[in-house]
């Protein structure tokens, strides 16, 4: 059973940094991709940052690149979203997501196996 957590999200003022993790059981994220989504109260999710198997290939949204950074650990089967320079609009519930494939997408239907979110917020 693939199951995925996320944690480290919280209440940051602009300009500050947060690192959210999912860890995962069930699947081994050494051979799958894993993307971060989020979800703004009013708006469709949205995919942030992925990345591919054996960090062959990484994808981040535009408005986070340079910002944000997408990694994983092997030996704890975590991946990690760095977010740096957080502004307001950044503001959203954070969701890791899976599937039995090596590349990325960005699409909401394409993975199987979601978390169950953890909430970010950008506020002074």
């Known amino acids: 059973q693939v199951q995925l957590v996320e944690s480290g999200g919280g209440l940051v003022q602009p300009g500050g940094s947060l690192r959210l993790s999912c860890a995962a059981s069930?699947?081994?994220?050494?051979?799958?991709?894993l993307a971060w989504f989020r979800q703004a109260p009013g708006k469709e999710r949205e995919g942030v940052s992925c990345?591919?198997?054996?960090?062959?290939?990484?994808y981040y949204k535009d408005s986070v690149k340079g910002r944000f950074t997408i990694s994983r650990e092997s030996g704890k089967n975590t991946v990690y979203l760095q977010m740096n320079s957080l502004k307001p609009e950044d503001t959203a519930v954070y969701y890791c997501?899976?599937?039995?494939?090596?590349?990325?997408?960005?699409?909401?239907?394409?993975?199987?196996?979601w978390g169950q979110g953890t909430q970010v917020t950008v506020s002074s």
């Open positions: 990345i591919g198997h054996s960090d062959d290939g990484t």
């Open positions: 997501a899976t599937w039995f494939s090596t590349r990325c997408s960005v699409s909401v239907g394409a993975y199987e196996y």
């Open positions: 069930g699947v081994n994220l050494d051979h799958y991709a």
